[in-house]
């Protein structure tokens, strides 16, 4: 599984490809799930953009995602506190 909760916080694990077309959820694989930013992957400039996509996409400010492991990998945990909406199908936490 490439998400889960801790309270209200979700953290996924997701594979990134920089340099894409445009900025886009791609696919579930499983263990993680693949993302593509039009960022390069040059002086944080792709996990600047991989914070502010996510904060768009699940509907918290920027500040609100943060890295838990990855940020020099393809490979990133991160952990979004809260969030609003879902913009990828992802079971919500048990009440």
């Not at 039009?38 to 996509?53: I, M």
């Not at 506190?81 to 913009?87: A, K, V």
Request: aromatic letters at 10%; charged letters at 25%; proline letters at 9%.
């Amino acid at each position: 599984m490439w998400y889960r909760w801790c309270g209200d916080d979700l953290e996924v694990t997701l594979r990134v490809q920089p340099r894409a077309t445009q900025d886009a959820f791609v696919a579930d694989q499983g263990d993680c799930y693949r993302v593509c930013l039009q960022a390069p992957p040059v002086d944080g400039k792709a996990n600047e953009a991989l914070r502010r996509f996510l904060g768009r996409a699940f509907g918290v400010p920027q500040s609100q995602v943060a890295f838990l492991s990855g940020e020099q990998s393809r490979r990133k945990r991160l952990v979004i506190r809260s969030p609003r909406r879902f913009p990828v199908p992802i079971v919500p936490p048990a009440a």
